[in-house]
C-alpha cells in the first residue's frame, strides 16, 4: 500500500520568511495530492491541493510542486504570518479512490 | 453552506464499552470517510461510505464498524474498548466519488479509562 514520509517534523521560522515541507510517497498509482492545515482543536481544514497532470500549483501565498518522477511533493508558504502557525498534513491517493495516506504531519511556528 | 458536524465532541468510556459517533456531512455530500487520529500514528482512514454501502476499509480490526443512513449521515461504532483507542475521530464528507477534495469535521475526542 501507498507509504508517506513528511518532512520536518517541526519547523519554526520568522514571520516574513518562506516554509517549505516536504513529502515522498510510495506507490506510483497515487494521482492526488492534498494538503492540510490543522489548528488546534478543529479538525484538519484542506489549503491546496494538486494532480498528477500538473506539475505546480499555486494560491496566494501558498504553492505546491509534484514531482511524479522522483514520487516528491513540496509545500511553500511565503510571507508566512503567524497565523499560518499550525500542523500540516500532506496526503496521497488515487483519484476516485479515498484510501488516503497521510504523512505524519510537520509542526509550523511562525515567530513574530 | 454548513460544514460537517460531529456528536458528540468528547466522550470518555470505560474499557470493554462500546460506543458511537455520528457524523452529518455537508449538504449534498454523498461520501463520508472516518479517520483516527492519535499522536502516535497519526492519521488513519477507518472507512469510507458512499450511498449506504461501505466502499474501502482501512487496518482496523472488526470491532470498528460503521454505517451510513440514505440521508448520508453516517455512524460509527467501536466495540469492547480498549484504551488504545483514545483518539480523535475525525469524520469528512465528499461530493462524489469522482471529487476528490474531503472536508473534515471537528472530531470528536474519544477518551478510554
Redesign the interface.
Known sequence: GENVEQHPSTLSVQEGDSAVIKCTYSDSASN?F?W?KQEL??????II?IRSNVGEKKDQRIAVTLNKTAKHFSLHITETQPEDSAVY?C?A?T???????????TRLTVKP | KAGVTQTPRYLIKTRGQQVTLSCSPISGHRSVSWYQQTPGQGLQFLFEYFSETQRNKGNFPGRFSGRQFSNSRSEMNVSTLELGDSALYLCASRGDLYYNEQFFGPGTRLTVL
Not at chain 1, 482543536?41 to 484542506?46: D, E, I, M, R, V
Not at chain 1, 483519484?95 to 504531519?105: I, L, P, S, V
Open positions: 492526488y492534498p492540510y482543536g478543529k479538525g484538519p481544514q484542506l491541493d498534513f496526503a491517493t483519484y476516485n479512490n479515498n484510501d488516503m495516506r497521510f504523512g505524519a504531519g
